[in-house]
């Protein structure tokens, strides 16, 4: 299959000025990658999650307005565990729902984790907030986690909270300006300034990822809380980073960043790249812009990674 570079896009400088970029990478057909976003359409229509491979949308799934798509996760048997604002659930490929989880009044969920073949980390945003871990055999409740939040409202508290490949939980405290770990009996055992931390990862080699939201930052921070390799909102000539959600390290070292540009208007969201690939070098080698379908970008998963998602192989 040949593979042609794509014709410069008029795309916003941080200013808000239009300049020619031609993006890097082979667009949709870079790599396979189910992918959903938080706030499709304005909530006025429907929110839809995607499988793209070779390079065309696959598969599809559609949720009301009223709902919001944060977190999705395609287990190793095709099915896709997501959150939904209101709830979180698992779907096959044939559309079927196997598992839900309903969200009670005055909360909502925006973690949606499967950390084993039965089980799904979800946190619940509310007064209290909490961290559960459902079983989605059984339906009970194996564990429930109260959480530490500020005063202004429950949508703001926490986006993608993980449990780690050593059994502890990393938490973006998102209205807190902090990412916490806890250890099993919720006692904090490390922690780092963040300002509006949306996601954080646990890598490989014992640092953190973490992402800043409205602040536009990708940092790596060590043990010592040092950031060690950081991208900045306007590293990126042409592509500045507005609303950084999703992070994820691959296995070949790059990250992949989500670009969420919801909070813009519809004219100018959509002249905005939604997900960037970048070396450790910071070197650009895949830059998405698909407005026809694809929609703001809050999580995307690379399908050809190596490792078994609900074993917490990947780093995400």
């Keep these: 299959m040949r593979f042609f570079r794509l014709a410069p896009f008029l795309l916003?400088?941080?200013?808000?000025?239009?300049?020619p970029v031609e993006l890097p990478g082979k667009g949709l057909a870079q790599h396979p990658f189910l992918y959903c976003g938080e706030w499709q359409g304005r909530g006025t229509t429907e929110q839809t999650m995607y499988v793209v491979r070779d390079g065309k949308i696959a598969w599809s799934y559609s949720i009301p307005p009223s709902q919001e798509l944060?977190?999705?996760?395609?287990?190793?048997?095709?099915?896709i565990v997501f959150s939904r604002r209101l709830g979180a659930s698992e779907i096959t490929p044939d559309k079927r729902i196997v598992w839900n989880y309903d969200a009670p009044a005055d909360t909502e969920i925006h973690t949606a984790q499967p950390i084993d073949k039965d089980r799904v980390l979800i946190v619940q945003n509310g007064n209290p907030a909490k961290l559960l871990i459902i079983n989605k055999t059984t339906g009970l409740t194996e564990k429930e986690m109260i959480l530490q939040t500020g005063k202004h409202g429950i949508h703001?508290?926490?986006?993608?909270?993980?449990?780690?490949?050593?059994?502890?939980?990393?938490?973006?405290?998102?209205?807190?300006?902090?990412?916490?770990?806890?250890?099993?009996?919720?006692?904090?055992?490390?922690?780092?300034?963040?300002?509006?931390?949306?996601?954080?990862?646990?890598?490989?080699?014992?640092?953190?990822?973490?992402?800043?939201?409205?602040?536009?930052?990708?940092?790596?921070?060590?043990?010592?809380?040092e950031v060690v390799w950081e991208i900045a909102k306007d590293d990126f000539p042409g592509m500045p980073l507005l609303t950084v959600q999703e992070v994820d390290r691959l296995a070949n070292g790059n990250t992949v960043i989500c670009n969420w540009?919801?909070?813009?208007?519809?004219?100018?969201?959509?002249?905005?790249?939604?997900?960037?690939?970048?070396?450790?070098?910071?070197?650009?080698?895949?830059?998405?812009?698909?407005?026809d379908r694809l929609g703001p970008a809050s999580a995307i998963q690379i399908l050809d990674e190596p490792g078994i998602p609900e074993h917490r192989d990947l780093q995400r």
């Design 156 to 225: 703001g508290q926490f986006r993608h909270v993980r449990m780690t490949k050593d059994g502890t939980f990393l938490v973006p405290h998102m209205d807190l300006g902090k990412v916490v770990e806890y250890d099993r009996d919720g006692k904090e055992i490390w922690s780092v300034d963040a300002p509006s931390a949306w996601a954080a990862v646990r890598l490989k080699n014992g640092n953190t990822l973490i992402s800043g939201n409205q602040h536009g930052y990708v940092r790596e921070v060590n043990r010592k809380g």
């Design 12 to 19: 916003l400088t941080a200013s808000g000025a239009a300049q």
């Design 261 to 291: 540009s919801g909070s813009l208007p519809l004219a100018d969201g959509h002249r905005v790249v939604q997900v960037i690939e970048v070396t450790n070098a910071k070197k650009v080698v895949w830059a998405l812009r698909y407005w």
């Design 70 to 79: 944060g977190d999705c996760t395609m287990l190793s048997n095709g099915n």
